[in-house]
């Protein structure tokens, strides 16, 4: 494939399995996060922060649930309209920047992660996805929705 032709979605496409909202390690929020959730969920911030968040290193993360998954997974994510940032940008991330090879680690515990793609295009597509994602920041609060993912 010539350089320019790989896109983001060659890379990865979501299979909602919650393999990315198991494990231990945290999924850190910002403050336009918790203003977001907290929205979402009709709560103050303090109250989500109270409810469903701890500290780890000086930052709040979400809570995990005793099997290990966000408190916020119950078979699909519960907050999927206003999810973190974090979790927004999961699998494009910083870490693949970095040292691509990262890329692959992580494809071992995420099934929508494609691989044998060159190092060049998985590092550009990881950069336009933070940039498109920091570019379209919004505080919206979507309204609750029931059913499921939007």
């Known amino acids: 494939m010539p350089f320019d032709s790989v896109t983001p979605g060659d890379l990865f496409e979501c299979r909602q399995c919650g393999q990315c909202c198991h494990g231990y390690g945290g999924t850190y929020l910002n403050a336009a996060d918790i203003e977001n959730i907290a929205g979402y969920l009709g709560i103050s911030g303090d109250e989500l922060i109270t409810r469903y968040c701890t500290v780890s290193g000086g930052r709040y993360i979400l809570r995990q649930k005793s099997d290990g998954y966000?408190?916020?997974?119950?078979?699909?994510?519960?907050i999927h309209p206003v999810?973190?940032?974090?979790?927004?940008?999961?699998?494009?991330?910083a870490a693949v920047i970095c040292d691509p090879a990262n890329w692959d680690a992580m494809a071992e515990?995420?099934?929508?992660?494609?691989?044998?793609?060159?190092?060049?295009?998985?590092?550009?597509?990881?950069?336009?996805?933070?940039?498109?994602?920091?570019?379209?920041?919004?505080?919206?609060?979507?309204?609750?929705?029931?059913?499921g993912i939007s």
């Open 70 to 78: 966000c408190v916020f997974w119950d078979e699909l994510c519960t």
């Open 83 to 93: 999810k973190p940032r974090m979790c927004r940008a999961w699998p494009f991330i």
């Open 109 to 147: 515990a995420c099934p929508g992660i494609r691989t044998g793609f060159n190092k060049q295009d998985i590092v550009r597509c990881v950069r336009e996805k933070l940039e498109e994602l920091d570019s379209s920041r919004s505080n919206l609060h979507p309204q609750k929705q029931t059913g």
